[in-house]
C-alpha cells in the first residue's frame, strides 16, 4: 500500500509480474496480493525502496479480535511528556532524554521518574492546555480503532504516559478502555513524581496477556502497534504486531511497519475493504 498513486501503480505492475496469484483490491490504494510465502518475501524485497507498506502473513486468523495501542506517536502526534516539559521550559533536556529511551538506550523506568522530576512545580491547568493545545489523533486512527470495535474486537490503549491524556485520548478515538501512567498533584501543582507501579514495557505485555486471557483468545488473535522500546515485547507476542513509524530497535523486530501510510492500513493488513471502515 503506497501513498503515493503513480509508486503504488509501479508497485502493483511489478507484483503482478511476480505472482501469477489473483489480486484483490480493498481499497484505492491497498490490495491483497495471494502466493506462497517465498515469492511474497521475494516480492517484498523487490518493493524495497518504494513508498509501500505491506504485510505477509497467513489468510488465517487475520481479522484480530483484541487491538492493543500505543499513544504516544502512535495513536496521537506527540510525546505527551516532551510537550509538557515545553510547558515547563525544559523540552530539550526531556525529549532527549525520550528519545533515547524510546531507542531502547535508557531504562524506561528510571527515564520516566527523571523526566518526571523536570516536571516538578508545573501547574496541573498545563495539563489540560497541552491536550488542547497540542494533542491530535493520527490520520487514521479513529477509523482503526472504531472499525475494528464495530466487527467485534476489544481495543485497549495501553501507554507509558499518563491517564489524563490516556483518558481523553481513548474516548476521542473509541477505545474500550485504557492504562498508563499517574502523575502526582498537590495543591494544584505537579510534584515531579509519578505512582507506582510503572507502566512499562512488561506491564504492556501483561495488559495484552491479560486482556486476551479474558476474552477466551490467546496472543495469536492480537493486533499490537507502537513506535518505541518499550512496546516492543507486546509487538512481539502479538499475531500481528505492527511498528508505527518506529523507532530501528522496533521496526527489526515487527511482524510489519506502517512507514509510509496512515493507521488505516492496520485494516487492510487485516483484510477489510474500504467500504467496511467506520469512521
Known amino acids: 500500500m503506497g501513498a503515493n498513486p503513480d509508486a503504488y501503480a509501479a508497485a502493483v505492475s511489478r507484483a503482478e509480474a511476480v505472482l501469477s496469484s489473483r489480486r484483490e483490491t480493498l481499497g484505492p490504494l491497498a490490495a491483497d496480493v495471494h502466493g506462497d510465502r517465498g515469492v511474497l518475501e521475494t516480492l517484498a524485497d523487490d518493493l524495497a525502496g518504494l513508498p509501500v507498506d505491506l504485510a505477509i502473513q497467513p489468510v488465517a486468523n487475520r481479522r484480530k479480535r483484541l487491538l492493543i495501542a500505543d499513544m504516544d506517536s502512535t495513536i496521537i502526534n506527540v510525546e505527551c511528556l516532551d510537550e509538557l516539559a515545553d510547558f ?29 522530576g523536570m516536571l516538578k512545580g508545573l501547574g496541573v491547568d498545563a495539563l489540560q492546555a497541552c491536550y488542547d493545545q497540542r494533542v491530535r489523533l493520527n490520520p487514521g486512527a479513529e477509523t482503526l480503532v472504531r472499525t475494528m470495535a464495530a466487527h467485534g474486537a476489544r481495543c485497549a490503549l495501553v501507554s507509558g504516559g499518563f491517564t489524563f491524556f490516556t483518558s481523553r485520548v481513548a474516548e476521542a478515538a473509541g477505545f474500550h478502555l485504557n492504562r498508563a501512567n499517574t502523575l502526582i498533584e498537590r495543591d494544584g501543582a505537579l510534584t515531579g513524581e509519578v505512582g507506582d507501579p510503572i507502566l512499562g514495557k512488561e506491564a504492556k505485555l501483561a495488559a495484552l496477556r491479560e486482556e486476551t486471557a479474558a476474552l477466551g483468545l490467546t496472543p495469536a488473535d492480537a493486533l499490537a502497534v507502537g513506535d518505541g522500546a518499550n512496546d516492543l515485547a507486546m509487538i512481539e507476542a502479538a499475531g500481528l504486531g505492527v511498528a508505527y513509524r518506529a523507532k530501528p530497535i522496533v521496526a527489526a523486530q515487527a511482524d510489519a511497519k506502517v512507514d509510509h501510510t496512515d493507521l488505516t492500513t492496520l485494516l487492510y493488513f487485516q483484510g477489510f475493504r474500504a467500504e467496511e471502515f467506520r469512521r
Do not use: H, P, Q
Open 88 to 116: 515547563a521550559g525544559v523540552k530539550d533536556k526531556v525529549s532527549e532524554i525520550t528519545e533515547r529511551a524510546m531507542r531502547g538506550e535508557l531504562a524506561f523506568e528510571g527515564a520516566l521518574r527523571e523526566r518526571v
